[in-house]
Every structure is written in C-alpha cells, then in structure tokens.
C-alpha cells in the first residue's frame, strides 16, 4: 500500500514539474519589444491614446468657449441693467427738478398774489 502512495506522490512531482517546464517555455514564446507585433500593438495604443487626448483637450476647450460665453451674456446683462438703473435715476433726477420748480412755481404765484391784494 505504501508503495501506491509513494507513486502516487512521485506522479505529482512530475505533474508539478512538467506544469513549470510548460509555463516556462510559454514565457520565452512571448515576443519580445522588437517584435513587430508588439511594436504594431503598441503603436495602436498610442493612436488611441493621442485620439482620447484629443477628445478631451477639444472638450475642454469648448468647456472654454462656453463658460467665456456666458461670461460675455452675464457682463452685457449687467451692463444693459447698469444702464437701465442710470436711466431711471436721470428720469428721476428730472422729474424732482421738474417737481421742485413747479413747487417754486407755485409758492412765487402765492406769495406775488398775496403781495398783489395787499
């Protein structure tokens, strides 16, 4: 019986071993960096690296463009409400010199009628 365990064991070994040979010899099969596979599988990622890049830095300067643009549509609303406040306190600065001298207006005839009956 022991004699059964022993090969059983030695089996194993040799499983083990031929299980390294096979995944050694798999790893010197792997081209190497001059391989114009790799080299051409490389050259790929590159491209698509340089692509998304691309799609990105365009992105981003649209991104840009529209943030400048709102920026330019918030500046002029601004100003067109600047210039609608500067209106309104012109019409309101006539319309109180307007108002004061029809006050003064009004007291002068008072005060000449009063002067006038007496």
Partial sequence: MSGMKQKDFSERLSAARDAKQAMAAKFRQRPGSDDPVVAERRAARATVSAARDARIAEREAQRLAENARLAAEREARAAEHAEQEQRAAA????????????RKA?????????????
Avoid at 93 to 99: E, F, K, M, S, Y
Avoid at 106 to 118: L, N, P, Q, T
Wanted: hydrophobic residues 45%.
């Fill in 91 to 102: 019409e309101k600065a006539v319309n109180d010199a307007r108002l004061e001298a029809e």
């Fill in 106 to 118: 009004a007291r002068d005839a008072r005060y000449a009628a009063r002067k006038a009956w007496k």
